[in-house]
Each structure stands twice: as C-alpha cells, then as structure tokens.
C-alpha cells in the first residue's frame, strides 16, 4: 500500500475521537487531495480523496448513510 506524502499537512481530529484510545481519526488537507488516518500510526496508510469523492461521502454521512447500527 502506498502512504501519501503528508509532510506540510495540518491534520484534525476528529471531534468524535474520543480519549480512551478508540476511533481516534484525522483528516488533513493537500494541494488536491484529502487525507484520512489513524492518528494512533500517524506514520501509517491514510485513506485518499480527490474533492468530488469527499464531497459524495460527506453527503452520504449527513444522510445518515454511515451510521452504525
């Protein structure tokens, strides 16, 4: 698996993360990219989103279509 190159990438957490270890998530914008990771392996895979793409999944999570359970 490729890892993008994320040097000079300010990265969030996600307000969802919680401070027990889990769901730990963090997203960082690039030139043209979107980057998703787990920022308990910051030096690991992140998910990778062009703006079309992450403009679809954020539609898709307001509608609800991600929800667990």
């Known amino acids: 698996m490729r890892v993008p190159d994320s040097s000079g990438v300010l990265w969030r957490k996600s307000s969802r993360s ?4 889990n ?7 690039a030139r ?3 980057l998703i990771r787990d920022s308990k ?3 690991g895979p ?6 079309a793409a992450w403009s679809r ?3 898709a ?3 609800g279509c991600h929800d667990a359970g």
């Open 32 to 34: 043209t990219r979107i």
């Open 46 to 51: 992140a998910l990778t989103f062009g703006p």
């Open 41 to 43: 392996n910051p030096d």
């Open 57 to 59: 999944f954020l539609c």
């Open 23 to 29: 769901e730990c998530v963090e997203i960082g914008f």
């Open 61 to 63: 999570v307001k509608a």
């Open 18 to 21: 919680n401070g027990s270890g």
